[in-house]
């Protein structure tokens, strides 16, 4: 493994969630390249796992240090045994016929399970793994973003943390855009598209401390889509999934008490890339979300900015 430097506050979050638990991290990366099954074999070689066949186009690794871990074809029409909620589901042997045809376009996606947050920086092994299987990838592919993402446990399950975490993120979003874009245009096309000005105006607002009811049905309203850089629909399902099933019935949402952190890119085709310096730029959020006199301070200055 490369040294890779690490800032001290790097992992300076809470590491103990207000239940006692450990917080997890569990993060998601995108590539294109080796088939699912080559990168989970290499994966399951390199970290003394076991390679276990789901589909024709999904692989799960267990038995690692770091957990089991996922690789598949991040396509939903090519697993459809496990994706009940499509409209159309495709024969398994279509499926399979369809997942090779769109393997040279469709990105692959590695799914960790919850890790330590501690233990985060031990993801750059399995990059590495995944780049000398022949993994690669340069933030943007044609229409769409290689996704690095982030599902982050709260230190709290319940609404002030919530909206704590969604203000803080709505007073940084435009700094973290600029520099994940790393000045790309083309990287920042494909960013997800931003929320409704209205939104931001709303939420913003130092006076806004909905209870879980009103602050789903807000969301909903105004962000209906994953499409958003901290997409809350997992966690605002993990709550209350029929009233956001209502909305979306066939979204790709998985209910989970996380926050699904999704702004960053992949760039397995650079040998210096590391996950640690895009969750550095989570814990600016994760900062300001526990500060309320900052929230509120910077909320109404930014109000009156756009108000000027």
């Not at 105006?201 to 049905?217: F, S």
Request: hydrophobic letters at 45%; proline letters at 9%; glycine letters at 6%.
């Amino acid at each position: 493994m490369n040294d890779i430097a690490v800032a001290p506050e790097a992992l300076s979050s809470p590491l103990i969630a207000a239940d006692g638990s450990l917080r997890c991290v569990g993060v998601e990366i995108e590539f294109l390249g080796p088939s699912a099954q080559v990168a989970a074999e290499a994966l399951a070689h390199d970290l003394d796992g076991v390679c276990e066949r789901v589909d024709p186009h999904a692989f799960k690794v267990t038995g690692t240090h770091l957990g089991d871990l996922l690789i598949e074809t991040d396509l939903r029409h090519v697993h459809p045994d496990r994706h009940p909620e499509l409209g159309l589901r495709l024969d398994r042997r279509v499926a399979a016929w369809l997942g090779t045809v769109a393997s040279p376009f469709v990105p692959r996606e590695l799914i960790t399970a919850p890790i330590p947050i501690a233990r985060l920086p031990e993801m750059d092994t399995i990059v590495q793994s995944l780049r000398a299987a022949g993994a690669y990838g340069r933030g943007a592919v044609l229409w769409d973003a290689l996704g690095l993402h982030f599902n982050v446990d709260p230190p709290s399950l319940d609404a002030a943390t919530v909206t704590a975490f969604l203000k803080a993120f709505l007073l940084v979003n435009d700094r973290l855009r600029q520099e994940i874009a790393r000045g790309s245009a083309r990287c920042a096309l494909v960013l997800p598209p931003d929320y409704p000005l209205a939104y931001k105006r709303r939420v913003l607002d130092p006076g806004y401390w909905p209870d879980l009811t009103e602050l789903t049905e807000d969301y909903l309203a105004a962000n209906p889509t994953r499409r958003r850089a901290l997409d809350l629909l997992p966690l605002l399902a993990h709550f209350d999934e029929e009233r956001v099933r209502s909305v979306l019935p066939h979204e790709k949402i998985g209910p989970r008490p996380v926050f699904h952190y999704r702004l960053p890119q992949a760039y397995l085709s650079d040998p210096a890339w590391s996950v640690m310096p895009d969750w550095e730029r989570w814990l600016s959020v994760e900062r300001l979300a526990m500060n309320p006199t900052q929230l509120a301070e910077k909320g109404q200055a930014l109000l009156d900015r756009w108000a000027a």
